[in-house]
């Protein structure tokens, strides 16, 4: 903010300078004005006193009457008449209503008439200022209102990321229907109650599983203890009797059962989905979803020199979550990009009963046929991440995706092409 203001001062300082030095410009105009008269009067009697000089047969001769000479009007537009005397009188000197001056060549007085082309220049001074006034004050308008609507705004809310990402989670959101920032208000708002529901969530999780596992390592003790007194029974021969021995050797096993019951138990919790995915499923346009994908990475392939192909395609009506899909293929290109050679990137389009099939395939696919089905497993990584960085989620999530749009996602790998396939529902 204060930065901007500095902004605001000097643009009003250069403001100010701009129309001194115009009020400058145009009063020293207004005073050199005027003067070019004298310079063609200056010039009409050096014409004529070279011409009386050079010729002087052509002298006038001694008359005593006032008499007009010609002269070249468009040399000397601001002269408007000369009229020569060897024997000036009062009316010559005197008379005659318009500007003049007198001037002696030689034996002969020349009345020179003129007009000055000095005007009133206050109506263009006047246009000037009021022309760099509204400039001004538009400018500086502008400046206020980007500053009220923008700047504060953005001042606001500059803080709220580097809450978020410090886990406070009930930073406080104004309401904004600023055309600029009310779309982002409303979702740094979304996002702020996103993450504060699956904080929620995971601490639900955790302390379920929590729960869970201390409750089973509690009843694991039970047939744990049982089978440690039965294993000590047997070992000291307390039990003689050969039916009391299977007896025992039985309940020894039905102990066994029931931690191993205890300990699927815990492993299906270790299994459980622990990814809130959340779908919202509608109808859109393919074209809506190919069009956010090309507008980005046509120009990002571009710039990693990777030969980037889309090919042409029907418009069609889709079922599940625009969004959703847009990640999908976010998530299989960026992998394309991380784990290909990049020669080339296509996208190509197919049918399939009632289901439109996109696939994206990329060149320098270097996965074992026994790698190939677990690819869309949690956490798994393959023998191509080499020392990219990654967390094995990515194609996991694009499979819950596409099973909670009812749609699927699946691999090939043929001649070192790494195919995947998005297979979306039509609507």
């Not at 002087?56 to 040399?75: G, K, T, V």
């Not at 263009?124 to 760099?132: E, G, K, P, R």
């Not at 302390?207 to 744990?224: F, G, R, V, W």
Request: include cysteine; proline fraction near 2%; charge should be negative.
């Amino acid at each position: 903010m204060k930065t901007f203001n500095k902004i605001i001062l000097i643009t009003l300082s250069a403001i100010i300078l701009i129309i001194g030095l115009a009020n400058f410009a145009l009063a020293r105009q207004s005073k050199t004005m005027g003067r070019e008269y004298r310079v063609q009067i200056e010039r009409l009697c050096r014409e004529l006193s070279e011409g009386t000089d050079k010729h002087p047969e052509q002298a006038p001769s001694e008359n005593e009457h006032p008499e007009n000479i010609d002269f070249d009007y468009e040399i000397y537009p601001l002269i408007q008449a000369v009229i020569k005397s060897d024997s000036p009188d009062a009316d010559f000197l005197q008379g005659g209503n318009a500007d003049y001056v007198i001037r002696k060549i030689g034996e002969t007085f020349y009345r020179i008439e003129y007009v000055s082309e000095q005007t009133d220049n206050s109506a263009y001074l006047w246009a000037t200022n009021i022309s760099l006034g509204v400039m001004a004050v538009f400018i500086l308008a502008l400046l206020l209102y980007l500053r009220k609507h923008l700047i504060r705004r953005f001042e606001l809310l500059r803080d709220v990321p580097y809450q978020l990402s410090k886990g406070n989670l009930t930073v406080p959101l104004q309401e904004n229907r600023s055309r600029f920032f009310g779309r982002f208000v409303w979702g740094m708002d979304l996002l702020r109650e996103k993450l504060e529901q699956q904080k929620i969530e995971e601490l639900q999780l955790q302390k379920e599983k929590k729960t869970l596992i201390l409750s089973l390592s509690h009843d694991i003790k039970t047939p744990l203890s049982a089978i440690k007194l039965y294993a000590k029974a047997l070992s000291k021969g307390l039990y003689e009797d050969k039916e009391k021995q299977l007896e025992i050797a039985e309940n020894i096993n039905v102990k066994t059962n029931e931690i191993e019951n205890y300990i699927s138990q815990i492993m299906k919790a270790s299994k459980e989905d622990f990814l809130s995915l959340e779908v919202n499923n509608r109808e859109f346009y393919l074209s809506e979803v190919i069009n956010e994908i090309e507008a980005y990475y046509a120009d990002k392939l571009k710039l990693l020199s990777i030969d980037f192909t889309l090919s042409d395609y029907t418009n069609c009506l889709l079922a599940g979550d625009k969004e959703r899909m847009v990640e999908v293929l976010q998530n299989v290109l960026e992998n394309a990009v991380k784990y290909g050679d990049g020669r080339f990137i296509k996208i190509n389009f197919s049918d399939e009963e009632n289901c439109r099939l996109i696939t994206i395939s990329n060149s320098g696919c270097t996965l074992s046929d026994n790698e190939l089905p677990h690819i869309f497993d949690s956490f798994w990584r393959g023998s191509n991440t080499g020392n990219n960085s990654g967390s094995g989620l990515g194609l996991y999530i694009c499979r819950q995706l596409m099973n909670k749009m009812n749609g699927d996602i699946f691999a090939r790998c043929e001649n070192e092409i790494m195919m995947v396939t998005v297979v979306c529902k039509k609507a």
